[in-house]
């Protein structure tokens, strides 16, 4: 069963930053992708951003420019870096790994932007 551990959650300013991160407990060469998605309070999941294997990357169309997704490889780790947050921000982000065979979901993470 694959694990994800998710950190970096928390409650912050609006303009402010915060870096989630993400750790899977398998080999990163086993991950066709890894993404970020989001969950507001009576609205549906939704994908904030995603980098494949081969490292391409794609944003929903109202984080472009604000939260770069990147990986690390060494570590089967993917962080979701929030600059210049907004309230709207405000959701429960959930990790999302991909293999060949299967998806996982991690626990989800509490991000709370105040105006």
């Known amino acids: 069963q694959v694990q994800l551990v998710e950190s970096g959650g928390g409650l912050v300013q609006a303009g402010g930053s915060l870096n989630l991160s993400c750790t899977a407990s398998i080999s990163i060469f086993s991950i066709r992708s890894m993404g970020w998605y989001r969950q507001a309070p009576g609205k549906q999941r939704a994908l904030v951003a995603v980098v494949t294997s081969g490292g391409s990357t794609y944003y929903a169309d109202s984080v472009k420019g604000r939260l770069p997704i990147t990986r690390a490889n060494a570590k089967n780790t993917v962080y979701l870096q929030m600059n210049r947050l907004k309230p709207e921000d405000t959701a429960v982000y959930y990790c999302?790994?991909?293999?060949?065979?299967?998806?996982?979901w991690g626990p989800g993470t509490q991000v709370t932007v105040s105006s």
């Open positions: 999302r790994v991909n293999t060949p065979a299967s998806g996982y």
